[in-house]
């Protein structure tokens, strides 16, 4: 299947239909079954910003949008950088000490990337999100997403700096 097509298999109904258009791939006949549920949704580009462009000449997805189970998940930076670029390249609790806002359940969380950190609950992954409920964004632990696995889909790995 091609990329243009899972793409379209993820987004479901009317949507699949504008992604097919949107992708050129002419057909928007792939449909999940009923079963399928999404683990994350995809924002369509905002208009007057820049595309971003693979290499294939394929327009890149958007970031992916999750949200966590847990309440007041702590969203971290290093703010005055006492650490230097510790807190984007092994994000922890010691190394992005500034908590700049808390996510709570049923918070649109627009994940930008995900790299890996301090472990937390078992999982190694710390993600960089946009909370695009409460307007904040910084360093989550992907322990607190609501997501079976550790590694978010769809979201890019590692982490080059946001």
Known sequence: MTTALRRITRLGGTAALLGALALGAGTASAQPTASAQPTA???PAVSG???AWTAA???AAAAAVFTTWATDVNMRHDLNHVNG?????????????DVIGRAQPGDQLEISCQTRGETVGGNPYWVFAHNRTR?????MASY???HPDDVLPGVPTPCMGP
Do not use: K, M
């Open 49 to 51: 910003q820049p595309a």
């Open 85 to 97: 670029w510790a807190c984007p390249e092994h994000p922890s609790p010691g190394n992005c000490p």
């Open 135 to 139: 307007g904040i964004h910084g360093w």
């Open 41 to 43: 949704s995809v924002r």
């Open 57 to 59: 000449g394929e327009q």
């Open 144 to 146: 607190f997403i609501a």
